[in-house]
T-cell receptor, first 114, second 113 residues
Framework: EAQVTQNPRYLITVTGKKLTVTCSQNMNHEYMSWYRQDPGLGLRQIYYSMNVEVTDKGDVPEGYKVSRKEKRNFPLILESPSPNQTSLYFC?????????????FGPGTRLLVL | AQKVTQAQTEISVVEKEDVTLDCVYETRDTTYYLFWYKQPPSGELVFLIRRNSFDEQNEISGRYSWNFQKSTSSFNFTITASQVVDSAVYFCALTSGYSTLTFGKGTMLLVSP
């Protein structure tokens, strides 16, 4: 089944404890992206990747890191999480980086930073 | 800069009523793409439709229909004969191809029996 998977789905952590949220897609998509969703603010892009080893900042990149060593994986790293990073996180992928391709989203990861 | 406005924060209807969700967008690009996504209470984001700026044909899919009007920069979504399962947050989004997918803040639709 074609899908985007994220792990973990739910995570409670404490300030400053490094964490990684994994994202994987099995559709051979070039483009991958991370968004966060917050009440009243909608979805905002954190980072995106147009292909392997090509990443760039989105609208709200502060406090996050990403890497794209393989086409299928795009992990999101919080080196020192803070309470303002409590949010619902979505990974997404699309076939190509251009042409307005449809982005398909993972199931989301709910993160609580205490 | 691109912008998507969904002025309706919440809409409540009774089952079988028709409901229209509004989406107004701003972009300076002549080529762009518009999307609607559904986020049910379970939280996932479900793709509904993609439309490019050169295709102004309205589209119907079952009880769902979309009205794209470039003259008013709108891409409205109508649900006919709404059902309880339609209760969700609906997002309109815009991209110009290489740019970030810009989302509206969403409209929460509550359909009561």
């Amino acid at each position: 089944e074609a899908q985007v998977t994220q792990n973990p789905r739910y995570l409670i952590t404490v300030t400053g404890k490094k964490l990684t949220v994994t994202c994987s897609q099995n559709m051979n998509h070039e483009y991958m992206s991370w968004y966060r969703q917050d009440p009243g603010l909608g979805l905002r892009q954190i980072y995106y990747s147009m292909n392997v080893e090509v990443t760039d900042k989105g609208d709200v990149p502060e406090g996050y890191k990403v890497s794209r060593k393989e086409k299928r994986n795009f992990p999101l790293i919080l080196e020192s999480p803070s309470p303002n990073q409590t949010s619902l996180y979505f990974c997404a992928s699309s076939l190509l980086a251009s042409g307005g391709e449809t982005q398909y989203f993972g199931p989301g990861t709910r993160l609580l930073v205490l | 800069a691109q912008k998507v406005t969904q002025a309706q924060t919440e809409i409540s209807v009774v089952e079988k009523e028709d409901v229209t969700l509004d989406c107004v967008y701003e972009t300076r690009d002549t080529t762009y793409y518009l999307f609607w996504y559904k986020q049910p209470p379970s939280g996932e984001l479900v793709f509904l439709i993609r439309r490019n700026s050169f295709d102004e044909q309205n589209e119907i899919s079952g009880r769902y229909s979309w009205n794209f009007q470039k003259s008013t920069s709108s891409f409205n979504f109508t649900i006919t004969a709404s059902q309880v399962v339609d209760s969700a947050v609906y997002f309109c989004a815009l991209t110009s191809g290489y740019s970030t997918l810009t989302f509206g803040k969403g409209t929460m639709l509550l359909v009561s029996p």
